[in-house]
């Protein structure tokens, strides 16, 4: 059996196609603008975005990134370590730690990229890891590639500062990196970080919170460090462009001298080229329509609250926090699915979940461009699935 064996062998999505319930790699043809995107030549209610603040098609983010290619091309074209280091870079860096309560921040070409090179670059042989059992995959990669180089990994349980602190109080050494997501995006809700922070606090833990679906919404767009009032209680924290910074990237955030070890020990930042001027410039330009709008709550975390208290009040089973993801739960993978496609019908696309996870639920993300009037038509088509919509579809299916 030769290595390509299992890939032959690997029939699961064409099962799931020929039962007419896959649901991966959908086409849309163009942007997605005011909360509406075009999938397969038909125009839907985009609720599957992480475009939460409608960034995407700013005009002043746009121009930036067209002004960076137009001055320094297409690409950095190299590891920043050698040839790739571009004062746009720098400027947003330096931004980036101004505006989110840090030193230091170093900007990678993914978030996952940022977290996989920062949790594999400060743990290893003698140090722990302890993560949240529901931490995003690329802390989890990040931890395995720490586990590979001798760190101890472990995991606490979700959400439990009560887990950590029995752990960490039985742990042989203070050598440790604690790692959450600040707001977790299958649930939905926020991470009790600030119980986190004094459980690592009084063990001597480093705790690193990946801030990718809190930055830009929460404290005012600094984040869920703001809105917990725990700024510089945080030593290291990530995010990821690909949200409320309309771009791609992530970012590491920490003290100087972290940020310095970072630099140049961190494989991903250092065998990987730079991140592209337009994405850097687009990121920035974002971050700076985030620091003017500050001053007034965004519109996505309305419109979130609206949704899901009307989808409450329709009878179904919402769950999430404060926060512009809605996760709505089914009994069972076809009901998710064939819901997911109805809705798709009528005119509204929500995200299914990723392989391998157990959960039915689609999860609605709210952005700023979910004006009332979409809103308004997104709960029609969600009442009228629960009106009978399901079974009229298991009938033809
Ligand atoms: N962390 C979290 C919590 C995420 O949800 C994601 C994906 N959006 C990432 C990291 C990775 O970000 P990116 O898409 O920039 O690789």
Redesign the pocket.
Known sequence: MDLLEKCRAYTRADEARDAGLYRYYPSFQGPSEGGRAVLDGAEVCMLGS?DYRALCSNLQVIGAAQDAVALYGTSAAGPRLLSGNLDLHEELEADLAGFLGYEAALVFA??????LGVVSALASSGDQVYLDENA?A??IDGARLAQASGATVRQFGHMSPDDLARQLAAAPTRSVLVAT?????MEGHLAPLAELVTVCEEYGATLLV?D??GVGLFGRGRGVLQHFGIVGRVPVM??????SLAS???AVLADARTINFLRHTCRPQIFSAGLSPADTAAAHAALREIRRGADSEPDALAAAEHLRRALDALGYDVAGGAGPLIPVRFSDEVTMLSAQRIMVDYGVFTNVPPPACESYQLVIACTDAHTPDVLEAVIGVFAALRDGLLSHYRREA
Do not use: K
């Open positions: 992480n993914t978030g996952y990229m940022a977290n995003h690329s802390l997501d600040g707001l977790f995006p990946d990718s679906h990530t995010l990821t462009f690909s949200t791609q990237g992530g």
